[in-house]
């Protein structure tokens, strides 16, 4: 991106960036005597000159092809009856208000512009109007000066009379006044009026008129008045009234034709927005002792200073000038008594100034952008805390070629006093960056403190364009590109006027066609900024490739073109191989499959590809069997030196090896020797394939869990239900023999209330209590169960010896509490103690 140079379209408005001004003064004794005595006529000229100077000091900064600084010639006839050059060419070009102070004092010097230079004029230009005589004087200047260009440079007239021609002090009268006339507009069509020319007449004339009259619509068609078609271009032909309008409508003219305006201003309060270089107060005099009086925010009368600028207080026009003027609510009062004045404000903004290099930037790049808001002498804007003067940009890029703009981020940092941010040039060739600033005065009303085409930038965006490397076999960079092998290619962007590689900061969409290649794509990119084709070709010899690159407008999403290439890739002969990894070992199924399964969920271990059986029973391993097919088309391949070296890796651990692949009846074999169970990775190491060849992989398994075999699981089962059994008698034993709550002693008492039978209740005796066989008692054995019951309460059974049968019968099955133990059952009594003492014998 370059700033331009300005340009001249020929299919567009052209853009003119030269001026001439003129001024033509009427020094009549008619204006001396009763037209003009306030001798504004002499003032006009500088007046005129410090409007041209001032404009291109604060223009000189700016980058603006619409807003760049008029190379601005000046030149003043004076005229009587004869006509004199009182200012020859002068180029006004001052690089700033010093220099222009320097400039101004070298034209009065050597001028003959004012009233103490009437006395030397009068020898040359003598008495009368001779209007003729001055346009000739001005055609003379023409001549001298270098011919217009479609318009340029733009010349403007400004001739200041009292209206009616005259010889030896005798007006001209009809009809010799119109065949005068006539020829004065001859000579102005002829010699003065080309394109991009006008000609603006102002008549200072007393109240009589007597002048003006006759000669107004000789003026109105001199100046061809009739074509004027801008509502703000000034009359052409026009005569005023008072003293102050002289001054006025010479500033109106000039900036008009600088494409510049300026404001009414009122007596009383005026407010002066923030972000001003200079604000200007000019007042137009009823009369030449009349002043006008400014007091800032503070109060405070402004006198001539550093930053103050008065000029003008015993002359027609005075101005204060106010240089980068606080903004405020300031107060302006005038002496004049009369209503016949005009005052007028001429603010001047502050410029951009681009700080950052403009020069090197491309499509789709990131580029950090720094412009400082500064005065026409490069110094920095005052800094404003005030909120209310906070500083809004709005910043866009336009396309010249399509049209197309897009916002930019930019904004602006009060305490650098610069607009910054980064941005991405989407459209080639000539953009123009348009700058919109909007600030608010102490009345909250908005000013446009910079905005197009004042505040606008002519930028250049470079197109890019694809540059490929040479293509390389992505599986042996020592082998030639062949067909069948995947292949890789390294892609750049670069600038196409420098040729230098670059990064974008948008990531583009590419896309490669090739007819002969499949699974084409491009990746990254790299941290250099390059991308890496790859592809897999199908067909050998010579095979095109076309990359196309678009990218994404950051604002719309709307794609764009980047670039386009096209190349080739020389490709050998190749081999296709299809290699498939599809099966391994003893898979297990059924229970078996179930039984795993369930174990890899409890210990929360992922699910395998498979799972083999590395173990029958214990220490009886069998051979884990990884098995290949390798083909070439339908055929199959016998070459094991295109098979991978295989390992099974466990996440702790040694890895183990298979063997070396042995082939049977098309199926390739690598056994794995007693693999230990576990959960393995399955890892394949594949050879550097030879030259021409590529191995087409399937690979089934990648996870593989090595278990136990049925037999095995069932040992282990029938060990664990031994044990589980064995435990829980061992429990059931040690609570009855160290928690049994029943300790005491059970008695069986006869009728007579004596202790037939007795028996100590201990621990490992609370399962069965058996009485022994006892002569004339019938109960046979006595159970007791509940060491597990709460509360005290056991399950009684008594058994009797039934006489019929002689064997043993269930006679009482009862839940009771042995404390409370008192049973009688065939004559006998039942009864629970805790001291032997109790039972009587």
Request: charged residues 20%; negative net charge; hydrophobic residues 40%.
């Amino acid at each position: 991106m370059t700033v331009l140079p300005a340009q001249v379209e020929a299919d567009e408005e052209s853009v003119c960036t030269s001026s001439q001004v003129v001024l033509i003064i009427d020094q009549s004794q008619s204006m001396d005597l009763r037209n003009d005595p306030n001798d504004l006529r002499f003032y006009i000229p500088m007046y005129v000159a410090d409007i041209l100077a001032r404009n291109y000091i604060n223009a000189r900064m700016t980058a603006n092809r619409l807003d760049r600084p008029m190379t601005v010639q000046m030149a003043v006839i004076q005229f009587a009856s004869k006509a004199t050059i009182g200012l020859d060419w002068t180029t006004i070009s001052p690089v700033d208000y010093a220099a222009w102070q320097g400039q101004r004092d070298q034209i009065l010097a050597q001028g003959l512009l004012t009233a103490d230079d009437y006395l030397s004029m009068v020898p040359l230009i003598s008495n009368g109007t001779n209007m003729q005589a001055a346009f000739d004087k001005v055609a003379e200047l023409i001549d001298r000066a270098a011919p217009q260009v479609e318009g340029c440079p733009r010349r403007t007239y400004l001739m200041l009379t009292d209206g009616n021609p005259d010889s030896n002090g005798d007006p001209i009268r009809e009809p010799l006044l119109g065949e005068y006339m006539d020829n004065v507009k001859s000579l102005v069509d002829g010699k003065l009026l080309g394109d991009g020319s006008a000609l603006y007449v102002t008549a200072i004339n007393d109240s009589s008129d007597n002048y003006w009259r006759v000669t107004e619509k000789y003026w109105m068609g001199i100046t061809h008045e009739s074509e004027r078609t801008e509502l703000d271009e000034p009359e052409r032909a026009a005569k005023v009234s008072t003293r102050a309008e002289i001054g006025l409508r010479m500033s109106n003219i000039v900036n008009f034709r600088l494409d510049r305006g300026v404001v009414n201003a009122q007596v009383g309060p005026n407010v002066v927005p923030p972000y001003l270089e200079r604000v200007i107060f000019t007042f137009f005099k009823p009369d030449r002792d009349n002043v006008i009086e400014l007091t800032d925010p503070q109060g405070r009368v402004l006198t001539a200073g550093p930053d103050v600028v008065v000029t003008g207080l015993d002359e027609g026009i005075q101005t204060i000038e106010l240089i980068r003027p606080e903004p405020g609510i300031y107060q302006l009062a005038t002496t004049a008594s009369s209503g016949d004045y005009y005052i007028t404000k001429d603010m001047i903004f502050i410029k951009t100034s681009m700080q950052s290099d403009m020069s090197r930037l491309y499509q789709f790049g990131c580029f950090p952008i720094e412009i400082s808001l500064v005065d026409s002498e490069n110094r920095p804007i005052p800094r404003y805390d005030d909120p209310r003067y906070a500083l809004k940009v709005e910043a866009t890029l336009k396309s010249a070629a399509s049209g197309e703009s897009m916002a930019l981020p930019l904004a602006y940092d009060s305490a650098t006093g610069k607009i910054t941010g980064i941005f991405t040039p989407v459209y080639t060739g000539d953009n123009q960056l348009s700058i919109t600033a909007v600030a608010m005065d102490d009345y909250q009303e908005k000013w446009t403190v910079l905005k197009p085409p004042f505040a606008d930038f002519d930028l250049y965006v470079d197109r890019l364009v694809i540059s490929t490397g040479e293509a390389e076999n992505a599986e042996n960079s020592a082998c030639s590109p062949a067909q069948y092998s995947p292949i890789n290619m390294p892609v750049q962007f670069i600038v196409a006027g420098s040729g230098v590689p670059v990064n974008l900061c948008v990531k583009p969409e590419i896309e490669v066609k090739g007819k002969s290649f499949e699974s084409l794509q491009v990746i990254g990119p790299d941290a250099d900024g390059v991308y890496t084709l790859s592809g897999l070709p199908q067909n050998s010899g010579e095979q095109s490739l076309l990359i196309t690159a678009v990218g994404a407008n950051p604002t719309s999403g709307q794609l764009v073109d980047i670039a386009t290439a096209s190349t080739s890739v020389a490709l050998q002969p190749g081999h296709q191989y299809d290699l498939s990894i599809h099966d391994m070992g003893m898979r297990t199924s059924g229970l078996l499959n179930w039984l795993n399964r369930q174990m890899t969920k409890i210990n929360g271990d992922p699910e395998p590809d498979v799972r083999v059986i590395g173990r029958q029973l214990f220490f009886t391993r069998p051979q884990v069997t990884l098995k290949a097919s390798l083909m070439e088309g339908n055929t199959p391949a016998q070459s094991s030196d295109l098979l991978p070296v295989a390992q099974l890796v466990p996440q702790q651990g040694e890895a183990v090896q298979a063997d070396g692949w042995q082939y049977s009846d098309g199926v390739w074999n690598a056994v794995f020797q007693s693999v230990p169970l576990g959960q393995y990775d399955l890892q394949l190491t594949y050879p550097a394939a030879p030259c021409g060849a590529h191995i087409q992989v399937n690979q089934t398994l990648r996870t593989v869990r090595v278990v136990a075999g049925l037999g095995e699981w069932i040992v282990w089962l029938v060990l664990g239900l031994l044990a589980l059994i064995g435990l829980v008698l061992l429990i059931c034993w040690l609570l009855c023999r160290f928690w049994n709550p029943a300790s005491g002693w059970i008695g069986v008492l006869d009728n007579n209330n004596h202790t037939v039978w007795k028996f100590t209740l201990e621990g490992s005796s609370c399962w069965n209590l058996e009485k022994p066989a006892v002569v004339n008692c019938s109960i046979v054995r006595i159970k007791i169960y509940g060491v597990f019951h709460i509360r005290g309460f056991y399950r009684l059974r008594i058994y009797c010896l039934d006489p019929n049968t002689n064997r043993e019968k269930l006679v009482i099955d009862v839940i009771v509490n042995l404390k409370e133990l008192n049973t009688r059952v065939g004559g006998y009594r039942i009864k629970w103690v805790q001291d032997l003492n109790q039972l009587p014998f």
